[in-house]
């Protein structure tokens, strides 16, 4: 039989079920077949071991049925006065028993989801359709001079652009101080995701679900925490990320902001489709801003219809 992944909702509450089911068909690519479920003694019909099943049921169900045969499950905690997680649940041999709070942003429960779904051996990342995905365009946001107008243009831009398609914003400043993208909230970041590209294998697609942000219709990845090592990630391993990206079928644009001080410049502007610079008018700024210019013509690898400058005043497309 072919194996299949299935999510169980299980919950007395009808409304929530079906929240809570909604919410997760928008925001994970996983391909689940995803089942509601308020009367539990339906439950025994969906054991079986050649398929990824994984349970989330809420804490007064799971506390008064039978779940023997269920290798994956994820309670709902309805209050603090359950087992801690590494305590022995009896008659659950082998099963890797989770909770999570059940009312929460429906956000943190797919992550606790997606934790999950990394520790299931069998579990099917994306449909087949998917491997013959179109190519990810990536545009790049680049100022040889440091602007704080830049990071601002480009969520612009990122915004914008998601209305049309699918895109992720990465910012490579490792000092940005931009509040979206820094908070003491985030518990993973770029150089997390950086080093999951390098060894998640086939399950770098979960990874990147779990540290992306959203803000509106908005993706994003959190900005490095840790600025020396930020500073040493190579034009190499961007391309890399960039690749594992593309992979996963998820985003058809992503936007990248590209720092002044990143290692290996134009390395990084060649993985570019098209290069977005600010123009400015002081006098320095403008000429360091030249000298870049002439530096790219003389680089014949190096397409100049690809770069666009623009006012820092609504995005609008100068020229080059």
């Known amino acids: 039989?072919?194996?299949?992944?299935?999510?169980?909702?299980?919950?007395?509450?009808?409304?929530?079920?079906?929240?809570?089911?909604?919410?997760?068909?928008?925001?994970?690519?996983?391909?689940?077949?995803?089942?509601?479920?308020?009367?539990?003694?339906r439950l025994s019909a969906f054991i079986d071991e050649s398929k990824n099943i994984l349970l989330l049921i809420s804490q007064s169900i799971f506390d008064s049925v039978n779940l023997c045969g269920?290798?994956?499950?994820?309670?709902?905690?309805?209050?603090?006065?359950?087992?801690?997680?590494?305590?022995?649940?009896?008659?659950y041999k082998d099963a890797d028993i989770r909770y999570t709070d059940k009312y929460q942003r429906s956000?943190?429960?797919?992550?606790?989801?997606?934790?999950?779904?990394?520790?299931?051996?069998?579990?099917?990342?994306?449909?087949k359709k998917c491997e013959t995905q179109r190519k990810m365009k990536v545009i790049g946001f680049y100022t040889p001079v440091l602007n704080s107008d830049q990071t601002r243009e480009a969520i612009g831009f990122a915004r914008r652009n998601t209305e049309k398609e699918k895109t992720l914003y990465i910012n490579t400043d490792s000092f940005c101080t931009h509040d979206l993208l820094r908070k003491d909230e985030y518990e993973e970041t770029l150089l997390d995701l950086m080093y999951f590209a390098e060894c998640a294998d086939d399950k770098f697609g979960i990874y990147l679900e779990r540290i992306v942000k959203h803000d509106k219709e908005l993706d994003f990845i959190p900005a490095a925490s840790n600025g020396c090592q930020s500073r040493l990630i190579t034009a190499k391993e961007y391309g890399n990320l960039?690749?594992?990206?593309?992979?996963?079928?998820?985003?058809?644009?992503?936007?990248?902001?590209?720092?002044?001080?990143?290692?290996?410049?134009?390395?990084?502007?060649h993985?570019?489709?098209?290069?977005?610079?600010?123009?400015?008018?002081?006098?320095?700024?403008?000429?360091?801003?030249?000298?870049?210019?002439?530096?790219?013509?003389?680089?014949?690898?190096?397409?100049?219809?690809?770069?666009?400058?623009?006012?820092?005043?609504?995005?609008e497309v100068l020229g080059t």
Do not use: W
């Open 107 to 127: 956000e943190n429960i797919t992550d606790s989801i997606l934790s999950m779904c990394l520790d299931i051996p069998g579990i099917i990342l994306r449909d």
């Open 1 to 41: 039989m072919m194996n299949k992944n299935i999510l169980i909702i299980c919950d007395k509450d009808k409304n929530y079920c079906k929240k809570l089911d909604s919410f997760i068909r928008d925001n994970l690519s996983i391909p689940f077949d995803i089942f509601e479920i308020t009367d539990a003694e």
């Open 242 to 269: 960039l690749k594992q990206i593309e992979d996963t079928g998820k985003y058809a644009c992503l936007v990248v902001d590209i720092a002044e001080g990143v290692r290996e410049l134009f390395e990084m502007l």
């Open 271 to 315: 993985m570019c489709d098209e290069i977005y610079m600010l123009s400015n008018d002081d006098y320095n700024a403008h000429m360091r801003i030249e000298l870049f210019i002439n530096e790219l013509q003389r680089d014949e690898d190096f397409e100049m219809k690809n770069l666009h400058q623009i006012n820092r005043i609504g995005g």
């Open 70 to 91: 269920f290798k994956h499950i994820l309670v709902l905690r309805e209050n603090d006065k359950v087992l801690a997680e590494n305590e022995t649940h009896y008659g």
